[in-house]
């Protein structure tokens, strides 16, 4: 065993790589990136809950380009290095338990894939290496105010005329578009035909005459998603990606490679670390929560739930590697993932209580200028429970995934 | 014991399926009810073709008698017994037992009681519980002799020979005590799930010190395995009432279609399930994290432990409501599966204990 990893937290990671020595390499680099390169301030940012730039973002994207990991998932013929989803699945959990924001999967996890899997030569040559460079920022328009879970009934209509799609309709909830050059849209192209089959998987300059982007602000105060309306767009026609109808199954596909990873249990360590933060305050009156037995077993829940979390992400990825596709079981990862981080950021503004209750106003949708804000002792984390209380909803709601798995798991 | 994992991929496929074979012909639940109402409450008929497949003999060392398995063989075991909800006394037997004397014990004795444990020959069990006169051990000469009550000694009314923790006043010393010796009393009480425990009582009784020096670390790696042990055991319980509660689910009928088809009843399903998976994956974590001797490996335990009581309580309790009336029978195996996962939530450390050493290591 590695003399260093003493801590609670390193057990399954550890258990992991003792039996596979390329994943503790591919750990202990990117360990180290992250202690030599990781950028002190956008780590403090993220540990205090503070308002992410654009800026930001990018900086430590290139960051990780530069080292080679940040698209390493990609096939190697188109500039990654063929990563398994468990060797990305070890470098996410490293870079969220350092602080890492959010690596915004739009444009390197959600569409490239699809473009290298079903896009011809040219659309692989215009779009991959831009996106990896983080030259693009890209939009995912599928959810629309009447297709939410029902994606399948998106009414966005691109009618082709000539070389172009004209396309009129609204998207919503479009995560970062604000920041966006690109949109990657489901449109439907067919009304004749049953709805998932008359969707098409079509790419949208957001800067087309016709679009305009109106900001949405959250119950955080923040302004993470946005609405597009998308008025007559004229999009031409070798930004379709695929056949024309087939933008449903390739949006499944993309689902389906996502969901192993959806248990955010690096993000959830860290969250943990703020919480023994919170707990080890001085409290008027000299105590501290960390002497108080309910509190330390309340905490020791959450540390069960998050080795539970991470033993069942390792079988299903262990599953997954050795050619047994879990399938829908992977739903229970997004289920039991996303409700283990509602928990815990609940138990951080349980620990603060009111000296919790001061936010930072003003952080202003795409505004970076905005500063720090928040009293002394104002940690932000109650703006970080209400933010992940989207995390139920978003990606498919907790609810659609126990639909998915009554019936393709249980068969009811 | 050696305690690191033994098993092939194709050895550990073929072990999973020989143990789903017995308890799915052996030990059917009209056979499993005859069983629980027999004398001695558990099936030495059974027991013997148990130790002729291998179980006993699984988890002991090599050098005495044993096939040096680790937690992860034991836990094959114990997932059938769950699944079967067979009544033998492996666990007090073969892991508290087996697993103190391999720890302990030294010399000719060693390898003879684990070789009679091994080939099926020999019931033990493991007084570790104190009861209201904490047992106390006393030099005697060359031998010692122990005196005071223990309690909640699992298969301890029937047990041959027991292993007895007692504070020697230098630290706690393990005994071997003959269970049908004059000088012990015991009383024979059922838990829950019907199997028995034992309060007994020792007078001044004779006793064979097994091992020297502080008995403590091997009594905590002994329970940790027991604990282990249990969690599989949980998971094989689960499994086996999840399977049964999905099956009434979907063909019993009410308003003129399979209750299975309403999404309150679908979605708790999905729950129980997700459970039962979580719990699966725990329960082996903290198996391997046992065999690589990781440092930290209780804390997978308690984790473990902590995640299996609570899956246990919930499966249990949502699989008597989704069967309804005919839940709450006892002609009905659901009831009878709730009861063990009620059991095993209170054994080898409950939720609170394992969240206090769990919070000890943050």
Redesign the interface.
Known sequence: ?NAES?S?RD??V??KC?ADPALAALRDEVRSLCRERFPADIRSKVCLNRHLGKDDHIRWHRILHEAGLFVAHWPRKYGGQGWTRLQRWIFENEIYRAGSPWLVPFGITYLAPVVYTFGNDEQKRRWLGPTAQSEIWWAQGYSEPNAGSDLASVRTRAVRDGDHYVVSGQKTWTTMAQWADMMFTLVRTDDSARPQHGISFLLIDMHSPGVSVRPIETIDGECHINEIFLDEVRVPVENLVGKEGGGWSYAKFLLGNERLLAAEVGKAQRLMGQL?GFMADVLPGGSRLSDD?SW??R???L???I??????S??LLGQAEAGRDPGA?AS?LK??GSELIQAITATQIDALGKRGLTVSHGMLCGDDAVGDRLPAGGSGAITEYLYDRAATIYGGSS?IQ??I??KA???? | MTGAAIFSADERDSFTRSVDRFVEERYDFDRQREIAASADGFGHAEWRNMADLGWMALPLPENAGGLGGGVQETAIVMAGIGRGLLLEPYLATVILAGGLIAACATGPARSDLLSAIAAGEAFWAFADTDGEDPVLASSEGDGWRIGGTKTLVLHGHNADHLIVSASTGDGTGLFMVDATAPRVIRRRFEMVDGRGVAEIGFDAAPAIRLGDGDAGTAIAAVHDRAAVASCAEAVGAMAALNAMTLEYARTRQQFGVAIGSFQALQHKLVDMAVAETEARSVATAAAEALDAGHPLASMVVSAAKIRINRAGRFVGESAIQLHGGIGMTNELPAGHYFKRLLAIGSLFGDCDMHLDRLASAA
Request: hydrophobic content about 55%; aromatic content about 2%; proline content about 0%.
């Open positions: 065993m003493t609670l057990i399954m550890d258990l003792a023994d037995l330390r077993r905490r020791a829940e540390e069960s739930r080795i539970a979390l991470e033993s069942l390792y079988d079981l229970i289920i039991v609810e126990r639909n798995l009554a798991v249980l068969g009811l």
